[in-house]
């Protein structure tokens, strides 16, 4: 998201090249514009602006603010409209046909590059037609047992900025540590922290529910429901039952109900910790939008942590630049969680 100040008519024709004031224009603006950041000259994201408003307060100059999201996000706006079935592929032979199918799709080309590669895990799948998007049905499939983890990068091509799809198995980064962070009351780069523990977002008890199927159309059916699959550590450590069951709908194999339900109760036992710092920024940090599933170090040297050293996961970044009246480039940073969808 950003704010864009209107305080003169200059910089309002500016903006109209990108954010029409007349309904009439159709050929930008948001769903048809994206916003690629640079830091000294290098892509730093791209964003797909979904929303724009335009406000007024007062006396004040009128103000433009921006929403988007990266453009990934785009797969979740097409729907699969032909049945795709898919038998022993590797999970990543099927990840690729699904953005390739929907690339092939007319007005639909995110022009993706797509790393090659196996994981050596197979999968059989249908992706009934209608009933669900290309992002939909590539999170589900990332989401089971023994699964992956996928981005899109953004990086700088010979011609034009190009975009990245790129995968890890079972997750993006090799697990090395490639960034260091510290906090310490003499000085250090972890500017705020904070961490949350919730036990209402975890479980011990894991249930994949599907589909209902039946025979005879006249009978009504029930869904599908894998056998639980429990978070053992927890358990015998005195944790109580929490039932969860995620819930997906189209899903009529019973085999990929239980890699579900492995996958949660794997990544999501017990009370769930997210954890985040907030760094300043130097002028060649080693943490870039890029480097989502790396490994960093973090010292902290406070009342609440002591004296400790942790490693943690980055799997987000929200980046604050200077204000025109001076401060520092931040960067919060926020560390593997994880978020069960309901059902």
Known sequence: NATVPLPNSKIVQRVRRVIPSDPAELATGPGVVTCVILRDGEPWGEYWITMASVSRSGREAPALQLSGSTVDAYMTQVEIQEELSFEGEDQLDIARALIEDMQGRDRANLRLILQPGSSGVSRDVVY???EGTYGQRLAELAQADNGFEWVVNIVAGTS?????????????????????????PYGGDILDWSEEIDALRGGT?????????????????EPIVSDPVLAEAHLAAGWPRLDR??????????????????????????????DQITVALGKQ??????????????????????QQSRLRRIIGISITPPSREGGKEVAQLTFEGIEAPGG
Do not use: M
């Not at 993006?172 to 310490?184: A, E, I």
């Not at 008890?205 to 059916?221: K, Q, V």
């Open 245 to 274: 069951t995620v819930t997906f709908p189209r899903e009529s194999v019973e085999g990929t109900l239980d890699d579900y339900a492995a996958y949660w109760a794997a990544n999501a036992p017990g009370a769930l910790r997210v």
């Open 160 to 184: 034009q900025i190009e975009r990245h799809w790129v995968w890890g198995a079972p997750r993006l980064g090799d697990g090395t540590v490639k960034h260091v962070f510290s906090d310490s």
């Open 205 to 221: 008890y894991w249930r994949a529910r599907g589909d209902a199927i039946s025979e005879d159309a006249s009978e009504s059916a």
């Open 128 to 130: 009934a037609a209608n």
């Open 285 to 306: 940090p080693t943490f870039t939008p890029n480097s989502l599933g790396d490994t960093a170090r973090i010292f902290l040297h406070n009342d609440w942590h002591g």
